[in-house]
C-alpha cells in the first residue's frame, strides 16, 4: 500500500528521524511518501495530497492539520529521494508566511499576498477558510489529527495530540516547552508514530 503524509514541521522535524520515517521502519511492507514540510500552509498541503491522488488514486492518506492563516507559495516540482526501500521525502521549493513569525526570504510577489491577505485580509473570512479546508481533509484523508489545539479546531471533531496528551506529557514530549517550541523531541516522536500507527486504520 502507498502512504501519502502530509503536514508542517510538526511532521518533518527530524532527530534523528520524524514520525513518518520511524513509522516506515514498523511497517516495511507499505511505501510512504513524506510531504511534510516546515510552515506549509493547510491549503497547500491539500494541493499536495490532491496531486498525489491523481497519481497514485489507491493510496491511503494521513494528514496532520497545520495551524491557521498561512501562506505557502510552490517555486518548483516535487523531487522525490528515496531514503529507504519504503520511505522516500518529497520535498518541493516553496517560500512560505506564518503570521506573527514575519515573511522571510519572500519574492516581490509574496510581499505583496503577505500585505493583501495577513495583514488586511477579513478575520472572520479567513477562519471560516480554515475550517472549510479543516473539513475537506477530514473527509478526503483516511486519518487526521492536529498537533496543537485552536479555537477553530474546537467542534471539528479533529484529534488534538496536546489536548490528548494534557499539558503536563505534552510539555514534557516537545523540544523547549518554556520557550514555545512545540515540536516533539525524540521521546515525543516516537510516541507520536505509535499513536498514528493505532489511530490510522491499515485495512
Known amino acids: 500500500m502507498d502512504i501519502g503524509i502530509f503536514g508542517c514541521s510538526f511532521t518533518e ?34 494541493q499536495q495530497m490532491n496531486e498525489f491522488k491523481q497519481r497514485k488514486p489507491n493510496s491511503k492518506i494521513i494528514f496532520q492539520i497545520t495551524t491557521p ?19 522516500y521525502k518529497c520535498n518541493r521549493e516553496y517560500e512560505s508566511v506564518t503570521p506573527g513569525k514575519g515573511p522571510h526570504k519572500l519574492t516581490q ?8 491577505m495577513v495583514k488586511n485580509f477579513p478575520h472572520e473570512q479567513r477562519e471560516l477558510e480554515y475550517q472549510i479546508c479543516v473539513d475537506y481533509v477530514k473527509r478526503y484523508s483516511d486519518f487526521c489529527y492536529a498537533h496543537r489545539g485552536s479555537y477553530l479546531l474546537k467542534n471539528q471533531g479533529v484529534r488534538v495530540v496536546q489536548r490528548w ?6 510539555a514534557e514530549y516537545c523540544q523547549d516547552y518554556e520557550r514555545s517550541n512545540f515540536h516533539f523531541n525524540e521521546t515525543g516522536t516516537k510516541w507520536l508514530a505509535e499513536f498514528v500507527e493505532e489511530e490510522f486504520k491499515w485495512n
Open 109 to 116: 510577489k509574496m510581499n505583496k499576498i503577505f500585505d493583501d
Open 165 to 170: 496528551l494534557g499539558e503536563t506529557k505534552f
Open 13 to 46: 522535524d527530524l532527530h534523528p528521524w520524524n514520525w513518518p520515517r520511524y513509522l516506515s521502519e514498523r511497517h516495511k511492507d507499505h511505501t510512504f511518501w513524506d510531504y511534510s514540510a516546515a510552515s506549509s500552509s493547510l491549503l497547500w498541503s491539500i
Open 69 to 87: 492563516f498561512r501562506i505557502t507559495n510552490s517555486l518548483s516540482n516535487n523531487i522525490e529521494t528515496k531514503i529507504t526501500n519504503n520511505y
